[in-house]
T-cell receptor
């Protein structure tokens, strides 16, 4: 079965500094991987997705993620944090059949001014 | 607007009541889902329907009964509500462009 582990439950950065949210996955096949963001009391917004094309995936709002098969990682990065980035971020893997999404436990990103 | 729409957005009800949450998508997708986000923000799939047929049924109490009258609608009925049912319930649908989530229904059982 597929699973994802988000290595940090909370990450705190200063505005203008880089963001790194870590995610490791476990999958018996070549997975599809996603990052979703959820702002307080809001729904889920897709940031980016990897589906076996380029290993460096660019998403919205300046976020990127790199798929590293050898490390089974899919870390999310952004060069410069903005206050509006404060939210909870979910790393997600898709099962091979049935389109079922398996969510990580989430990482809360706090951005300090 | 093309979207996945859930109603109601907020629902507060007493223990023991029966309630329904409705979901509609106008994206032409064949597959729809219900996900539950608990108080710790953990998200997990509950059900999935493909063209009105149940294809995923996770270990959910049988007090929860999904109903899909057509492929554009997937409603969730919950009998005998319990405190532990308090959560945010997200509807979603998938097509060739991937997942689209609704904005969620925050259910509070008191």
């Amino acid at each position: 079965a597929q699973s994802v582990t988000q290595l940090d439950s909370h990450v705190s950065v200063s505005e203008g500094t880089p963001v790194l949210l870590r995610c490791n996955y476990s999958s018996s096949y070549s997975p599809s991987l996603f990052w979703y963001v959820q702002h307080p009391n809001k729904g889920l917004q897709l940031l980016l997705k990897y589906t076996s094309a380029a290993t460096l995936v660019k998403g919205i709002n300046g976020f990127e993620a790199e798929f590293k098969k050898s490390e089974t990682s899919f870390h999310l990065t952004k060069p410069s944090a903005h206050m509006s980035d404060a939210a909870e971020y979910f790393c997600v893997v898709s099962e091979e059949y049935g389109n079922k999404l398996v969510f990580g436990a989430g990482t809360i990103l706090r951005v300090k001014s | 607007d093309t979207a996945v729409s859930q109603t109601p957005k907020y629902l507060v009800t007493q223990m023991g009541n029966d309630k329904s949450i409705k979901c509609e998508q106008n994206l032409g997708h064949d597959t729809m889902y219900w996900y539950k986000q608990d108080s710790k923000k953990f998200l997990k799939i509950m059900f999935s329907y493909n063209n009105k047929e149940l294809i995923i049924n996770e270990t959910v109490p049988n007090r929860f009964s999904p109903k899909s009258p057509d492929k554009a609608h997937l409603n969730l009925h919950i009998n005998s509500l319990e405190l532990g049912d308090s959560a945010v319930y997200f509807c979603a649908s998938t097509g060739t462009d991937g997942y689209t989530f609704g904005s969620g229904t925050r259910l509070t059982v008191v």
